[in-house]
């Protein structure tokens, strides 16, 4: 089966550095997306990767280590705005699994 | 560009009864997905498809679950009977091909009581 492994929930501070991290275990992998659901809202997408490393991209970056079936999302200069799920999908054999979702909590 | 549109954003209805949802996902795009999410859980994919093709629906409960998209474009889902726990919002995303980046719709959010 496919099992993709992400924290509930954390809370952070506005201005600090939050990292999300998610483990996965699929029969196969052909990527790794990265996205973003506020509450009530459509997930957005904030992130690809296929190959071995940080792909940065304004203050969110995402690194990918395919032989430990890991990947993290870096959110630097963390806004009120962050607070939202951030979801973490494998695409593998024309389909996506999404894991359960990370709540980020953004205190002042 | 618009993206995915879909109707309703919201639906109540009583179980046993029929509801159809219904999406336009953003021009060009070839695939199309239908996503069940129940809350504080991921997306799962109920269906895909590539152009009028369905070339997945492992997923779908095809006793109750119904969806077609008949010239490639616009896709409808249906639920008859619906059941309780049939509660959940149901999202649409679409992308140009199969491994490329999914954008989703807004969801509609059904509530059977």
């Known amino acids: 089966g496919q099992n993709i492994d992400q924290p509930t929930e954390m809370t952070a501070t506005e201005g600090a550095i939050v990292q999300i991290n998610c483990t996965y275990q699929?029969?196969?992998?052909?990527?790794l997306f990265w996205y973003q659901q506020h509450a009530g809202e459509a997930p957005t997408f904030l992130s690809y990767?296929?190959?071995?490393g940080l792909e940065e991209k304004g203050r969110f970056s995402s690194f990918l280590s395919r032989s430990k079936g890991y990947s993290y999302l870096l959110l630097k200069e963390l806004q009120m705005k962050d607070s939202a799920s951030y979801l973490c999908?494998?695409?593998?054999?024309?389909?996506?699994?999404f894991g359960s979702g990370t709540k980020l909590n953004v205190k002042p | 560009e618009a993206g995915v549109v879909q109707s309703p954003r919201y639906k109540i209805i009583e179980k046993k009864q029929p509801v159809a949802f219904w999406c336009n996902p953003i021009?060009?795009?070839?695939?199309l997905y239908w996503y069940l999410q129940n809350l504080g859980q991921g997306p799962e994919l109920l269906i895909r498809?590539?152009?009028?093709?369905?070339?997945?629906d492992s997923q779908l409960p095809k006793d109750r679950f119904s969806a077609e998209r008949l010239k490639g474009v616009d896709s409808t889902l249906k639920i008859q009977p619906a059941e309780l726990g049939d509660s959940a919002v149901y999202l649409c995303?679409?992308?140009?091909?199969?491994?490329?980046?999914?954008?989703f719709g807004p969801g509609t959010r059904l509530l059977v009581l």
């Open positions: 990767n296929v190959l071995d």
């Open positions: 021009s060009g795009h070839n695939t």
């Open positions: 995303a679409s992308s140009l091909g199969g491994e490329e980046t999914q954008y």
């Open positions: 699929t029969s196969g992998f052909n990527g």
């Open positions: 999908a494998v695409y593998n054999f024309n389909k996506f699994y």
């Open positions: 498809y590539e152009n009028e093709e369905a070339v997945d």
